[in-house]
């Protein structure tokens, strides 16, 4: 039987278009916009609210320390980069990285992409000068194209059906992978092939060999591994681009509430999380877990008011605070915030994005990030939850699958030159496959000591 909705409930998911709204495009063609979004509206969501619910029993558990996040993928997810060899390899990545996260440090992984829908980007200006040439900023492939030519730079409509119909294909190659039998415990060393050169794939494949140990002792035990055979994977991308989240929304015939059908779990980025703003009001309605990116500028009153407006009855698993200090901030500025909160005593699930905050130009003038810049942040969050004796819950990761060298340093040493070898990013530059699996083992020995 499914509950009708409340007519005030579906009328109130179009409040926001009478609020500040920032980081969205000028459409040039309203017509052509309306006529996009009546079709995504009526084209099947890509997941189903009962899956995001599980999610936020998870998230639960992550805010109690009897979890821990991974999220990770894209900075921006493109459409012709959307294939089978790019999707597996981030796949392979975060698996790994969690095989290694639980292995060490004896704790369940909820597993996510910023994937099947990471393709909207917040930018610090509207528009990009080349030689003189003055046009549009790229927004992501949901927006607008990556060539400085007026043509692709004009925001298309047409491009939230690519981005719907591209995220469909990913998300149902990565079900197909993660129910399929390619996440299988069982093939935790076919994982790795391919990595075989390095010191991370080495301790990766120590892991792998002790598990496989593991494995081979409870099958003469007789232990039945159906459990081994499949992960639960869930997918998320920046809450950013309206017209494609409000389509997307639908009502959930078990409940009569709206649930944003695009993903599993959306947030809220640092630049659009103004109070009285659109985003906030819109994801507030919706009831999917929800993130919400914290810079340093964000003060313990901001992160209450943002819990009366997205969580007011303290529900856990609704809310995730993700913070982006900086490694030089975070000792500094998380503690008032993660004070405030725990005083206020509704839970938010606490993950750390160690990249954001991180952005340099190299000599030769590429948007990097440093290795130990990364790591450093990662281990003042730690710190700051171990002192306060609140929970370290996830981390949240730009990363790639491919051997792409975007970020400075690690245990390849990746320098300014190198930068020149592999830059493939369109916007934020994402930490490679052996970078990736370096962290996940240093997050280990911090999983350990917290
Ligand atoms: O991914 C994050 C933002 O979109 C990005 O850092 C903004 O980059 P910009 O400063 O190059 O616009
Ligand atoms: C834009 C992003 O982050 P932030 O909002 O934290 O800058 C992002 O995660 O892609």
Redesign the pocket.
Known sequence: MSVAPDPEVVAGLDAWRGLPVGQQPAWPDQAALAQVTDRLAALPPLVFAGEADALRAQLAAASRGEAFLLQGGD?AETFAEATADNIRNKIKTILQMAVVLTYGASLPVIKMG?MAG?YA??RSSGTETRDGVTLPAFRGDIINGFDFTPEARTPDPQRLLEAYHTSASTLNLIRAFTTGGFASLLRVHEWNRGFTTNPAYKRYEEIAAEIDRAIRFMAACGADFDALRTVDFYSSH?GLLLDYERPLTRIDSRTGLPYDCSAHFV?I???TRELTGAHIDYFSRVQNPIGV?L?PTSTGDDAIALIDKLNPTGEAGRLTF?T?MGAGKIRDHLPQLVEKVTADGRPVTWVC?P??GNGITSANGYKTRRFSDVMDEVAGFFEVHRALGTVPGGL?I?LTGDDVTEVLGGSEEIDDERLTERYETLV?PRLNHQQSLELAFQVVELLRAS
């Open positions: 900075c910023r990471q980007k917040p920046e947030w980025g640092e630049r990116k810079g993700v982006r994005d990249m954001h949240h730009e934020d």
